[in-house]
């Protein structure tokens, strides 16, 4: 069984950063491509970032540039560094494992972006 517990969340102004994580419990973390998504108030779930076992990365359109998305198999952690945010942003972060037929996800982290 996988747990993903998501951390660093939280309230910041437009144009800051900031970095969020997720702890994987499981021996099956490095081999798994793993992900962030969100989702803002009525609309659905989307992609924000994914990276592969090999470290090929991939981003939304709409982030590209601006996130980062990261990965520590030592550690058993994804991040995703966060600049430039913008009120856009304002949604709940989630993490994403996925091996072969199973999918996990965190409980989420909220972000908002707000003067």
């Known amino acids: 069984q996988v747990q993903l517990v998501e951390s660093g969340g939280g309230l910041v102004q437009p144009g800051g950063s900031l970095r969020l994580s997720c702890a994987a419990t499981?021996?099956?973390?490095?081999?798994?491509?793993l992900g962030w998504y969100r989702q803002a108030p009525g609309k659905q779930r989307e992609l924000v970032a994914d990276?592969?076992?090999?470290?090929?990365?991939n981003y939304a359109d709409s982030v590209e540039a601006r996130f980062t998305i990261s990965r520590d198999n030592a550690k058993n952690t994804v991040y995703l560094q966060m600049n430039s945010l913008k009120p856009e942003d304002t949604a709940v972060y989630y993490c994403?494992?996925?091996?072969?037929?199973?999918?996990?996800w965190g409980q989420g982290t909220q972000v908002t972006v707000s003067s």
């Open positions: 990276i592969t076992s090999g470290g090929n990365t």
């Open positions: 499981g021996s099956i973390f490095s081999t798994s491509a």
């Open positions: 994403n494992l996925k091996k072969l037929w199973f999918t996990y």
